[in-house]
């Protein structure tokens, strides 16, 4: 399961379509090195995005 304290180079693995959401959720900075060894939590944060949206999200799709 994602969580709010897995990183965003975790959740590429997790989840073969995290790419696609994140960069739905306007993350445009997937190949950005800080990007990997963030969040997912820091990267909502950041983006100004839903955490539980965004987890909803790369948790069921």
Do not use: S, W
Not at 13 to 22: D, K, M, S
Not at 37 to 48: M, P
Request: glycine letters at 6%.
């Amino acid at each position: 399961m994602i969580t709010a304290d897995t990183l965003i180079a975790d959740v590429l693995n997790i989840n073969e379509n995290a790419a696609e959401i994140l960069i739905d959720f306007g993350m445009h900075c997937l190949g950005c090195a800080i990007a990997h060894q963030e969040t997912v939590g820091e990267a909502a944060a950041v983006h100004g995005i839903n955490l539980d949206d965004l987890l909803d999200a790369l948790n069921n799709k």
